[in-house]
């Protein structure tokens, strides 16, 4: 039990670096900047992150799952047509942040929790 309650807090430790927020449109979570965009599908199983901004910087989102797993998607192509994709097998997204890449440091957003229904 103690092992699963460190996982957890590993696992949400490593996204928060901010204040935790919460984002709920009808069907779909997302956050969006001037630098990029991500949505989380319905299902809590898919998760896509675009870059909208041709300036040389790249957009990744970090994310972590109901089964205590860490995951970071990037767009590949930077802000040519596609975004990156990624899908979860086992358990569903329960949180993720947006960031802006190619400084010495990466810059996020605020993480957003799912509300779970």
């Known amino acids: 039990?103690?092992?699963?309650?460190t996982l957890a807090g590993a696992a949400a430790a490593c996204l928060l670096l901010s204040p935790s927020a919460h984002a709920q449109?009808?069907?779909?979570?997302?956050d969006r900047a001037p630098f990029g965009s991500v949505t989380v599908s319905a299902d809590r199983r898919h998760i896509e992150v675009c870059d909208?901004?041709?300036d040389g910087h790249g957009v990744k989102v970090e994310y972590a799952t109901s089964m205590l797993l860490t995951?970071?998607?990037?767009?590949?192509n930077g802000a040519k047509r596609g975004c990156g994709t990624d899908r979860v097998?086992?358990?569903?997204?329960?949180?993720?942040?947006?960031?802006?890449?190619?400084f010495a440091s990466s810059g996020c957003n605020a993480?957003?929790?799912?509300?779970?229904?």
């Not at 995951?71 to 590949?76: N, W």
């Not at 097998?89 to 190619?102: A, N, P, Q, S, Y």
């Open 71 to 76: 995951h970071t998607v990037t767009d590949p």
């Open 89 to 102: 097998w086992m358990g569903r997204i329960d949180v993720f942040k947006l960031c802006e890449t190619g």
């Open 25 to 30: 449109a009808p069907g779909v979570w997302g």
């Open 52 to 54: 909208l901004q041709a």
């Open 1 to 5: 039990m103690f092992t699963r309650i």
């Open 111 to 117: 993480s957003i929790w799912i509300n779970k229904r």
